[in-house]
């Protein structure tokens, strides 16, 4: 057995080791990125995986600058490059030197897949997304039971307020498990009714350690769910199919137990400012209302009731007079319209015109005659007067040129 008597010795053997190997100087490798972020000096770090295995990649500004594509997470690619390992850190990674673009990497396929078809389905429609309850008397969380998230989510909400209850699901956020235990646990909350809200959560991972977040039980478990449902997968870059699903999604754990209850100082300042205007507001009204009453007090109703109602008679009794006043010339006014109306009427009758001299012809059936041209020789007709009529035979006619009253 060799003794290395450093670390760093040790390092050094596995770079120079590496180094030395034609094979991993300079070759080729398919997989596809799950990780990709540039630095301020426009080096890019990447990591390129399979169904199986993940290894860390870095391209250089100068070699990246000359890519014929823009590389992208989902992205299956084959990498040119050599290995090398950072002794310092103790890490491997490939230097690459070139990036060929060989279409969609499975994982980035079957999500857009499913993304499509539960969005034409609806999943992630605003109109099904629930309100978060301002005040829920106890929260539910799916999550490790295990490691930092649960924790930091329990003291973020103790901090904000003590008052509240956390229950636990303890479920694996990584692997095969993942799926059915995050159902599990949102199936679990909702058949109890034990709880007024649920965080989903884990911490930061690679995009292959999150994607069984991706799931379809998952994505409709939590659409299914009556309990409103805060998604906190990871960081703020990483967007699973549970976040487009669930009524809220955080960006960290740490701030879904932000959103889920409010500060309990924030909350007592709000009571207390509440309180105080509903003094001010109290008291308004029992000043405005003490006002009011000291004016009925101070009338004189109550202090000389047959005073009062002596004075009330008089405004009574004048109100009368005045009524009876407006009611006479009312009156007055109406007898002289109606006169007047009368003498027209009586100057239009008929019958008066008549005991003037005048009379009218009408035929047997009592039809006015108004031209000669309507009656012939022989014809009877009744002649009109005041005080009868004259049954008469029409002996002869005569027509005037210009249809005037001849003069007697």
């Not at 500004?61 to 590389?71: D, G, H």
């Not at 989902?74 to 490059?81: A, H």
């Not at 292959?208 to 379809?216: G, I, Q, V």
């Not at 998952?218 to 299914?224: D, G, L, P, Q, S």
Request: glycine fraction near 6%; proline fraction near 4%.
């Amino acid at each position: 057995m060799f003794d290395f008597d450093s670390v760093s010795r040790l390092n050094g053997y596995i770079k120079q080791s590496l180094q030395d190997n034609p094979y991993l100087a300079e070759f080729s490798v398919v997989g596809e990125i799950s990780q990709y972020t540039v630095s301020a000096r426009d080096h890019a770090y990447f990591s390129i995986k399979d169904e199986q295995c993940v290894i860390n990649c870095v391209i250089f500004a100068r070699s990246r600058s000359q890519l014929k594509i823009e590389p992208k997470i989902g992205m299956k690619v084959k990498v040119y490059g050599g290995v090398d390992f950072y002794a310092q850190g103790g890490k491997l990674q490939i230097i690459a030197t070139d990036i060929e673009d060989l279409g969609s990497g499975d994982l980035h396929e079957l999500f857009n897949k499913l993304f499509k078809k539960l969005q034409d389905e609806g999943l992630f429609d605003s109109s099904h997304k629930r309100s978060i309850p301002v005040l829920p008397r106890r929260i539910g969380v799916v999550t490790s039971s295990s490691g930092k998230v649960i924790s930091d989510i329990v003291n973020t909400i103790r901090k904000r307020n003590p008052h509240y209850d956390v229950l636990l699901y303890p479920a694996s956020v990584q692997g095969p498990e993942c799926p059915p235990d995050v159902i599990s646990g949102i199936n679990y909350f909702n058949n109890e009714k034990n709880v007024d809200v649920i965080i989903v959560a884990r911490g930061g991972g690679s995009y292959e350690e999150l994607f069984c977040f991706n799931d379809e039980g998952i994505a409709r478990a939590v659409y299914a769910s009556k309990i409103p449902v805060i998604s906190a997968i990871g960081h703020e870059p990483d967007y699973t199919i549970i976040d487009y699903v669930a009524d809220l999604r955080a960006a960290t754990p740490t701030a879904a137990a932000e959103m889920v209850i409010a500060s309990y100082d924030d909350q007592k300042k709000e009571i207390d400012n509440l309180a105080l205007n509903l003094d001010i507001a109290i008291n308004q009204y029992v000043d405005l209302r003490r006002k009011a009453l000291d004016v009925y007090k101070n009338h004189k109703a109550l202090h000389s009731p047959a005073y009062y109602a002596m004075e009330q008679k008089a405004v009574v009794r004048e109100l009368k007079t005045k009524l009876d006043a407006l009611s006479g010339k009312i009156v007055e006014q109406t007898a002289s319209d109606i006169n007047q109306v009368k003498v027209r009427l009586d100057a239009l009758n008929p019958g008066n015109v008549l005991k003037r001299g005048y009379s009218y012809v009408c035929d047997k059936d009592g039809n006015a005659i108004e031209s000669v041209d309507k009656v012939s020789r022989g014809d009877n007709i009744n002649i009109v007067l005041s005080d009868g009529t004259l049954l008469s035979e029409i002996k002869d006619i005569e027509h005037k040129p210009d249809g005037g009253i001849e003069n007697a």
